[in-house]
């Protein structure tokens, strides 16, 4: 019977989750040599093939090794018989007893909740070396994005704690795998970065003030910023503020609930770091910052995420966002053609979750409808994404955002004017000084990746007229970015297309 045969008739497992199902796995198989003891070689295979089955994934690299796995014949010919659990046959296993003990299985389901005290990591000194050298750190959630440990993925640490349980038929010895060796936080990081989409190519001809221009300069599509769970922390976070917003546990103008009048009208809003008037107010106040009105300072996860965009090149460190604003879409909500304010400098980028949408872009946008737009080209963002806009992407084009088919929530980061900033501005001391990784390492410090070593770049071609259209590119974003007349956009597949860098020069 097999394995999956097993799990999928037994619905028991269904009652708990991966996590745990691993964990138990793994206690078990360590204590197998004691719980088989005794048993006939029928019955080892049997429970051995039962704890196999909580969690197949830990066995995935038995495949590979030249050994059969688990206890395939636990009374073999070594000489100990009658005690399979012998130091001959043992090996590590009771040197890592403690390790692996009912006590610290209990602590290890545990550490899944904590998610708090642990050491900021200065950003402000990049790591110019990547070490390789194993480091001590305590195990962390990746739910802990509010330091700079955010970069600790759950999946990692499983990963790198996985052993394999094998017994050689001839002798009969069992041996344990160590546990793999950890990557440090920076070398992690450091092929996170490295694997990261970025497409700046993007290409709309039009007519501007008498000349042929590409309304698109400037504009660049990063994906691969964030991983699923800190996206969903991200997003937890939003509606927690929210909720904040809501119960008056914030500044005034730091909440925006508008009552809607009309489809696609009011969005709920959040905005930090100042006070943005999108138009004319009842003062007489035109659009732009609003220097008297005081509002909530940036939130420490929305930092963690600026010191991102900004080591990661996705913003460059001249530009670093001191202000933001949350955009909380329901279903049908939409932003009408517009360019950002020039209170606000360039570049400045927008983060999406929860769900892809278009943004439509075109010096000429007309609207055809609640929530429908027309325009040269249609964009779609993918989900995690961040979309930067400077130059004629910023200046030139307008954008809008069609109304949405579901939930969205979007980020927009921007660094104030030093001429229209609060009267009561004050910098962020953690906002400083953050400088971006580097591209190029020493080839010993640079870790076993995914990261290919040869550089290449492609042009895009493209044609002119109404039905030219320019391909997506990216690691993680396999979209067609089309001009058309409508905000809807279609999406087909494209030809994967990346810049990779050279490690070996």
């Not at 949408?357 to 989900?383: M, T, W």
Request: aromatic share 6%; with cysteine; proline share 8%.
């Amino acid at each position: 019977m097999t394995h999956q045969h097993l799990q999928l008739e037994d619905s028991f497992l269904s009652n708990y989750k991966p996590s745990e199902r691993r964990i138990a796995s793994e206690f078990l198989t360590t204590w197998l040599p004691f719980l088989s003891r005794d048993l006939c070689p029928d019955c080892t295979q049997l429970l051995s093939d039962r704890i196999r089955a909580l969690d197949p994934a830990v066995h995935s690299d038995e495949k590979s090794s030249s050994t059969p796995p688990i206890v395939k014949d636990m009374h073999g010919s070594n000489g100990n018989q009658d005690d399979p659990c012998d130091t001959n046959s043992l090996g590590s296993w009771k040197d890592e007893a403690e390790t692996n003990s009912l006590g610290s299985w209990k602590d290890s389901i545990n550490e899944g909740a904590e998610a708090e005290g642990l050491p900021e990591t200065s950003s402000s000194e990049p790591p110019s070396k990547l070490s390789s050298t194993k480091t001590s750190e305590p195990r962390m959630s990746w739910a802990d994005m509010t330091q700079e440990d955010e970069l600790e993925v759950e999946e990692d640490e499983c990963e790198s704690e996985k052993r394999v349980v094998n017994v050689n038929a001839s002798t009969g010895k069992l041996t344990i795998s160590k546990i793999k060796p950890k990557l440090s936080r920076e070398q992690r990081e450091y092929i996170r970065f490295m694997n990261v989409g970025r497409k700046k190519d993007f290409i709309c001809l039009e007519r501007f003030k008498g000349k042929l221009v590409n309304i698109l300069e400037g504009l660049e599509l990063h994906t691969g910023i964030f991983s699923a769970a800190e996206q969903k922390r991200i997003v937890d976070h939003v509606y927690a503020l929210q909720e904040m917003g809501k119960k008056g546990e914030l500044r005034e103008r730091t909440f925006s609930a508008p009552k809607k009048w009309m489809k696609g009208k009011g969005r709920v809003t959040l905005q930090f770091g100042c006070c943005y008037n999108y138009a004319p107010d009842k003062n007489g106040n035109p659009p732009g910052v609003l220097r008297n009105e005081i509002v909530d300072p940036i939130p420490s996860l929305f930092k963690v995420i600026i010191r991102r965009m900004v080591r990661w090149h996705v913003l460059p460190p001249t530009c670093v966002p001191d202000s933001c604003i949350v955009n909380i879409y329901e279903e049908g909500d939409c932003i009408p053609p517009h360019i950002d304010n020039h209170d606000f400098v360039r570049p400045f980028c927008t983060v999406s979750f929860l769900s892809e949408c278009n943004i439509v872009f075109g010096s000429n946008l007309s609207i055809v409808g609640p929530g429908e737009f027309s325009g040269p080209i249609a964009i779609p963002l993918p989900v995690g994404s961040v979309l930067v806009l400077n130059g004629n992407g910023a200046d030139v084009a307008k954008h809008c955002v069609p109304a949405v088919p579901t939930k969205r929530i979007s980020i927009t980061f921007r660094r104030i004017d030093d001429s229209k900033r609060p009267f009561e501005y004050a910098s962020e001391p953690d906002l400083q000084g953050i400088q971006p990784l580097p591209y190029e390492v020493s080839e010993n410090d640079v870790p076993t990746s995914p990261v290919s070593s040869e550089r290449e770049i492609r042009r895009q071609p493209f044609t002119r007229g109404s039905h030219m259209r320019t391909r997506g590119s990216g690691n993680r974003s396999d979209t067609r970015f089309e001009p058309r007349n409508s905000g809807r956009a279609q999406h087909r597949p494209a030809d994967n297309r990346r810049s990779r860098v050279n490690l070996d020069s």
